[in-house]
């Protein structure tokens, strides 16, 4: 793949929020925005271990994410691997400085499980111009 141009680096260093598409049992495609980290061509993102994504993820892993300007838009496919521990440090790291000290391995809710999700990026549909 070509290398991304510095001006779609430079968003998926700062953007917040990706949507996420991951594809229900029935075939019917499942939406949700999510938190993330782009490192070295993956996209990064945590979820409850008994989540719907996760639960997606389990069954079928192919993934689009999509940042959420359209008028520039940004709009990968990959396969997702989770991930339910130990966490690189590198990428806990990552979403603790992108979000002001957040635990993205820390569970939501007490007995949950955290699953951190990774996405290697096997085309990218479009990398910042309309097409």
Known sequence: MPPLQAAVLDRLAGERNVWLCTVR?????????????FRQGS?????????VK??????????????EDGRLPVVA???????????????TDAFAAKYDGW???????????RVLVEVAVRRWLLAGAAQ
Request: no cysteine; charged share 25%; net charge negative.
């Open 25 to 37: 049992p029935d075939g019917s495609p499942h939406v949700a925005p999510v938190w993330f980290v």
């Open 43 to 51: 996209w990064w993102f945590g979820a409850d271990g008994g989540s």
């Open 54 to 67: 996760v639960r997606n993820l389990e069954r079928y892993s192919r993934v689009s994410l999509a940042l």
């Open 77 to 91: 496919e990959g396969d997702a691997v989770l991930r339910r521990g130990p966490y690189p440090q590198e990428i």
């Open 103 to 113: 635990d993205v391995s820390a569970p939501h809710r007490p007995g949950g499980d």
